[in-house]
């Protein structure tokens, strides 16, 4: 119960973290995304069915209080969990390039899942998508890729106090 | 037989959750675009949840940088430079409502209407969050059903129009700003009374759809509510047309606006209580169809 609690409370303070503090920033996009990243995590860490249910309630989280209409969070945020639970152990994932990789391309790839959505289901030209990839997507994925080596050293001595693993990290799971 | 089933299923256990777990959230999505009354009683609920604590570091993140802005960079110029900023909006409000006036007094029949939808009864709010993504452009308000707040709701500032409350809580409300791609407004411009529909751009812009090719338009001109949608009261301010789109055939031109209302600084927000008028116009109807069909 307390690896479902406690996952599930630390993702709403990081939305209220994303909703209040990182909106503050005077530039918005570089603004990165911390509940994709915490998303990325769980990846890592946690088995598929329990970590794809929490990303599922992350999404659907994500989604209360953003401006789309339909939800799209609720779908890409666990396909980019099982992408990510596929795809970590071809990734190094100790030092900060691999680990701004990893969020990099994930940041990009749910950057395009939503794109994908916005286009086929509310008929938004692909032309202004198309220069949204570029204008806003890489700046955005970027900034997500920088933040994410800090943020994964803190989850790391986070999980491991909150767990009482010390020995269960990154490291070994990856 | 069954022994094989029964291992064939432990063989595929992940891959069945997998396509369960995605195909629920599209059961959500479509739940969600049929706005059913379940999926917005957990929204809420969930919502009422997390607001609170939205509230609470709002209000920290705004003390510390209060701190920091008025005691220890600048002590007295920021306050004045607040108040003034604060003067200009009025005075721009003053002379937007002075134009529109002098504009309705010449057409003597829609002075008494112009009135009456610019005095409605507004609730005051404030803006304790923002869309979590950058995709979307939302805010969180701290007034919700119980403050009379309903979805549709007009949301104002004295600068002009910000949006329309999407979803709402009991003590919050979601609004969905006028940049974001799913909003549309029924507006016309000032100087030639041209109809036309405010579709979000993304970012800190607008774009002016269904604008006919032999209506007269121009850089500068000012673009405001028409009253045709029945939640935003006539002449309320949306914007300035920064570009003409005039190139290729059709019916219609497009023109790119930017709002009157710095949408990355809002703090405080008005909701009109009071819709102006039922009508709805045609280009609305066709749109509101469009999206619907979607």
Redo the contacts between chains.
């Keep these: 119960m307390k690896r479902v609690i406690t996952p599930l409370l630390i993702g709403?303070?990081f939305?209220?973290?994303?909703?209040?503090?990182l909106?503050?920033f005077p530039i918005?996009?570089v603004?990165p995304?911390i509940?994709l990243i915490f998303t990325l995590y769980l990846a890592c860490l946690f088995p598929?069915?329990l970590g794809?249910?929490l990303a599922?309630l992350m999404?659907?989280?994500?989604?209360?209080?953003?401006?789309?209409?339909?939800?799209?969070?609720?779908?890409s945020r666990?396909?980019v969990f099982?992408a990510a639970q596929f795809f970590k152990e071809r990734f190094y994932l100790e030092g900060f390039p691999s680990q701004f990789l990893f969020a990099f391309t994930f940041g990009l790839l749910e950057?395009v899942i939503?794109l994908m959505l916005?286009g086929t289901?509310?008929?938004?030209p692909s032309g202004?998508l198309f220069s949204?990839f570029f204008?806003?997507l890489l700046p955005?994925s970027f900034s997500t890729g920088v933040v994410t080596p800090l943020l994964f050293i803190l989850f790391q001595k986070g999980s491991s106090l909150l767990f009482r693993q010390p020995e269960e990290g990154l490291k070994e799971k990856a | 037989m069954r022994i094989r089933g029964f291992f064939l299923f432990r063989r595929y256990t992940?891959l069945i959750?997998?396509i369960l777990?995605?195909l629920?959230?599209?059961v959500?999505?479509s739940l969600?675009?049929k706005q059913r009354k379940g999926i917005e009683v957990s929204?809420a609920l969930?919502?009422e949840v997390?607001s609170p604590?939205?509230k609470a570091?709002?209000f920290m993140?705004d003390t510390v940088?209060g701190t920091f802005q008025h005691y220890v960079f600048l002590v007295n110029l920021e306050k004045e430079n607040r108040m003034l900023k604060k003067k200009i909006a009025e005075l721009q409000e003053k002379d937007q409502q002075r134009k529109e006036m002098r504009l309705a007094n010449e057409r003597l029949r829609e002075l008494l209407q112009f009135r009456e939808k610019n005095s409605p009864s507004m609730v005051g709010a404030e803006v304790?969050?923002?869309?979590?993504?950058?995709?979307?452009?939302?805010i969180?308000i701290d007034k919700g059903e119980r403050d009379g707040v309903k979805k549709g709701m007009a949301v104002i500032s004295p600068a002009g129009v910000i949006g329309q409350v999407?979803?709402t809580a009991p003590h919050y409300a979601?609004v969905?700003?006028i940049t974001?791609?799913?909003s549309a407004i029924d507006t016309m411009v000032e100087r030639t009374r041209a109809k036309a529909i405010v579709e979000g751009?993304?970012?800190n812009r607008c774009q002016l759809k269904y604008l006919l090719r032999a209506d007269e338009v121009a850089v500068g001109d000012i673009v405001v509510t028409s009253g045709l949608g029945g939640n935003f009261p006539k002449g309320l301010m949306v914007g300035e047309i920064k570009q003409v789109d005039k190139k290729g055939h059709g019916v219609f031109q497009f023109a790119e606006l930017i709002p009157s209302v710095d949408m990355?600084r809002l703090e405080e927000v008005f909701i009109i209580m009071e819709p102006s008028l039922p009508t709805q116009s045609p280009e609305e109807k066709v749109r509101k169809g469009?999206?619907t069909k979607?």
């Design positions: 709403i303070l939305l209220i973290l994303q909703t209040t503090w909106s503050s918005q996009r603004r995304d509940l598929p069915i794809g249910i599922l999404g659907y989280l994500m989604d209360l209080f953003s401006g789309n209409i339909l939800g799209y969070y609720t779908f666990p396909l099982f950057g939503i916005m289901l509310q008929g938004v202004g949204l204008t806003f955005q | 992940l959750f997998i777990l995605l629920s959230a599209l959500l999505m969600r675009a929204d969930l919502m997390c604590f939205q570091a709002t993140i940088q304790i969050g923002r869309d979590p993504s950058s995709w979307f452009k939302s969180t999407l979803k979601v969905l700003l974001d791609y799913n751009k993304g970012e990355t469009k999206k979607k």
